[in-house]
C-alpha cells in the first residue's frame, strides 16, 4: 500500500497535487466505468425489456393467429353446414330417383322372368306341335305308300278285270 500524505499538514505539496490528480483521474475512471456500467445495465434492461416487448408480440401474434384460425374454422364449419344442407337437397331428389329405378328395374326383371314363362311354355308348344307334325307327316308318308299300293292292286285288279270281261266277250261271241 502506499502511503499518502496529509493535505491538512502538507497543503501544497506536489506529491498532493500529483496524488489528487490520480485521484481525480481515478475517480473520473470510476466514473467511466460506473457509466460504462450504468449503460451496460441499461443496454441488458432494454434488451430484456426488448425481449418481452417481442415476447408479448408473438403471444399477440400467436392469439391473432388463434383467433383467425377459430374464424377461418368456424366459417368452415358454417360452409360445410350450408354445402350439407344443398348435398341434402340435392342428394332428395337423386335418392327418389334411385328408388324408382330400383323399382321399376324389379318390375322389369318380373317382366322378363314372366316372359321367360310365356316363352318356355310358348317353345314347349312349339316343340309339341313339331312333333305332333313329323308324327303326321310320318303316318302321310306312310298313307302315300298305302294309297299307291292299293293303286297298284286296283290297277291290277282293273287290268284283271277287264282281262276277265274281254274273256267273258270272246267267250260270249264264240
Do not use: C, G, W
Not at 32 to 51: G, P, W
Amino acid at each position: 500500500m502506499r502511503r499518502q500524505l496529509d493535505p491538512k499538514i502538507f497543503p501544497n505539496s506536489e506529491y498532493i497535487q500529483s496524488s489528487n490528480k490520480n485521484e481525480e483521474k481515478i475517480a473520473l475512471q470510476n466514473k467511466k466505468i460506473d457509466f460504462k456500467t450504468e449503460q451496460l445495465d441499461f443496454a441488458q434492461q432494454e434488451q430484456a425489456h426488448t425481449q418481452s416487448l417481442r415476447d408479448r408480440i408473438s403471444d399477440l401474434k400467436d392469439n391473432q393467429e388463434k383467433e383467425k384460425t377459430k374464424m377461418l374454422i368456424q366459417a368452415l364449419v358454417e360452409k360445410m353446414q350450408v354445402l350439407e344442407m344443398k348435398f341434402a337437397k340435392l342428394a332428395e331428389p337423386v335418392l327418389e330417383n334411385q328408388k324408382n329405378l330400383r323399382d321399376k328395374m324389379i318390375s322389369l326383371e318380373q317382366r322378363v322372368s314372366d316372359r321367360s314363362i310365356v316363352d318356355n311354355r310358348t317353345q314347349a308348344l312349339i316343340d309339341r306341335h313339331q312333333i305332333i307334325v313329323r308324327q303326321f307327316e310320318q303316318d302321310m308318308q306312310k298313307m302315300r305308300s298305302l294309297i299307291e299300293e292299293k293303286e297298284m292292286q286296283n290297277a291290277y285288279l282293273n287290268n284283271v278285270l277287264r282281262d276277265a270281261r274281254q274273256e267273258i266277250e270272246r267267250l260270249k261271241k264264240l
